[in-house]
Nanobody, 129 residues
Framework: EVQLVESGGGSVQAGGSLRLSCAAS????????IGWFRQAPGREREGVSC????????YYADSVKGRFTISTDNARNTVYLQMNSLKPEDTALYYC??????????????????????WGQGTQVTVSS
């Protein structure tokens, strides 16, 4: 059974940092795209970042470029999202997702929620001004 478990959310002030973790189990971790999405109340789920576990190719949404860093530890079947310089508009429920993927270009990475097969339950991030 595929499982994705997010952790690391919390409440911080603007300018602060958090590191989210996504622990995966139940599938071969090495040939997947792992994505982070977020959804604020009343808004659609949006892609934040994703990474290829086979070669580390990454994608970032424009809204988080330069502030967020995604990384993978294949030995631990875990993907991290380091979030720095947090803003109130980053407040949302953050989800981890996974889909089988083998590619070579960041532009080919799946970035839409409908492209992903598996989802975690989410972890809340709240940034106060």
């Amino acid at each position: 059974e595929v499982q994705l478990v997010e952790s690391g959310g919390g409440s911080v002030q603007a300018g602060g940092s958090l590191r989210l973790s996504c622990a995966a189990s139940g599938f071969t971790f090495d040939d997947y795209a792992i994505g982070w999405f977020r959804q604020a109340p009343g808004r659609e789920r949006e892609g934040v970042s994703c990474i290829s576990t086979s070669d580390g190719v990454t994608y970032y949404a424009d809204s988080v470029k330069g502030r967020f860093t995604i990384s993978t530890d294949n030995a631990r079947n875990t993907v991290y999202l380091q979030m720095n310089s947090l803003k109130p508009e980053d407040t949302a429920l953050y989800y981890c997702s996974a889909v089988p993927w083998v590619g070579s270009a960041w532009s080919d990475l799946p970035i839409g929620p409908r492209e992903y097969d598996y989802w975690g339950q989410g972890t809340q991030v709240t940034v106060s001004s």
